[in-house]
């Protein structure tokens, strides 16, 4: 059984953010500090909107939902969603929070310092800015094209100053975003990685000058188990009202779409809510060869993944064995 945590708001002023911690299901356990750690940081994007959010399993990323295309409308809509210590494939927890501009374009929405400081490092994939404060907080900025960084090692900069422009530059595929990391010194003089997302949270309200309202995701419960007969078959079970759903089967090594079902999840007394649903494999799929596949529930234009991809491999037309992942 997999839980989902699917945010219900939609694109809407006054601003909304997700708690603390509060990631996509399955993305790892978050850190749940509300202590806003920097109340002066200036917001590190130079114009807004900008969204918060996951790189590797929305859509667009490595590991997204469909549909496979980062510029999806529905990554460009609040609320946001902290990413910090978010699990990699590697098990790693992700050490900052990751951040689209206004559009997908990459190189053409500026990066900013957050802070009066000095430039410390400019490498091939992040630039690091010390801050003049007491705590010596150390900014990293990842993903910048270095073709048109702004700084070098060793320049003082200004809250505000130009540091680069968004984009997508890495050693392996990414989306066009800016990874954004917080260090700070240990009473033992050690770096350490803090969270920023209550810092960004802050500054993004002084930003825009206003308050921003903080949302409660909602839920639903999906179950699904695999026959070689009826494909995929499930149930869903939201924590609400009657609801329309789009369940996707997908092939999470070619990113096909392969069947889809809309389902009304209804409510009747004091029944739970609950709707089932199938989705076939095509017989082409049956051929020997061992396939990944993965199901995804849409509700509204939020699009979470079901669990993680399992494995299938057909022995015949109809015989098969599946297995978790």
Not at 114 to 127: E, H, L, N, W
Not at 218 to 247: K, M, N, S, Y
Not at 286 to 296: A, C, H, I, P, T
Request: aromatic content about 10%; overall charge negative; hydrophobic content about 35%.
């Amino acid at each position: 059984m997999t839980w989902l945590w699917v945010a219900l708001a939609a694109h809407a002023e006054p601003f909304t953010y997700l708690a603390p911690g509060d990631l996509l299901p399955g993305s790892g356990f978050g850190d749940r500090t509300e202590r806003v750690l920097d109340p002066e940081l200036t917001f590190p994007l130079g114009e807004v909107p900008a969204h918060p959010g996951s790189q590797l399993y929305n859509p667009g990323g490595y590991l997204g939902s469909p549909p496979w295309d980062e510029c999806t409308a529905s990554n460009f809509r609040y609320p946001w969603r902290d990413t910090y210590c978010e699990r990699r494939p590697d098990r790693r927890c992700h050490a900052g929070v990751d951040i689209r501009a206004r559009t997908c374009a990459a190189s053409l929405h500026e990066v900013v310092a957050v802070a009066d400081g000095t430039v410390s490092q400019v490498r091939d994939y992040f630039v690091t800015l010390v801050s003049d404060d007491p705590h010596r907080t150390e900014y990293r900025y990842w993903h910048m094209d270095p073709a048109v960084v702004q700084v070098r090692a060793g320049d003082p900069v200004r809250r505000g100053d130009t540091l680069g422009w968004v984009s997508n530059h890495y050693s392996t595929r990414t989306t066009t975003h800016l990874h954004f990391e917080m260090r700070r010194k240990s009473p033992s003089d050690v770096s350490r990685f803090v969270p920023p997302y209550p810092s960004l949270v802050a500054s993004y309200e002084r930003r825009l000058g206003t308050s921003g309202r903080p949302v409660v995701a909602g839920v639903l419960t999906v179950e699904h188990a695999f026959d070689c007969d009826d494909g995929i078959t499930g149930w869903i079970w939201p924590d609400a009202q009657q609801q329309e759903v789009r369940v996707e089967l997908f092939d999470a090594t070619s990113s096909r779409a392969l069947d889809a079902a809309d389902v009304t999840v209804a409510c009747a007394g004091e029944q739970p809510c609950v709707a089932s649903f199938a989705l076939s494999v095509p017989r082409s799929h049956r051929d020997g060869q061992l396939r990944r596949y993965g199901v995804y529930a849409h509700l509204g234009d939020v699009a979470v993944g079901v669990g993680a991809p399992f494995v299938a491999v057909w022995e015949g037309a109809d015989r098969c064995i599946a297995e978790g992942r």
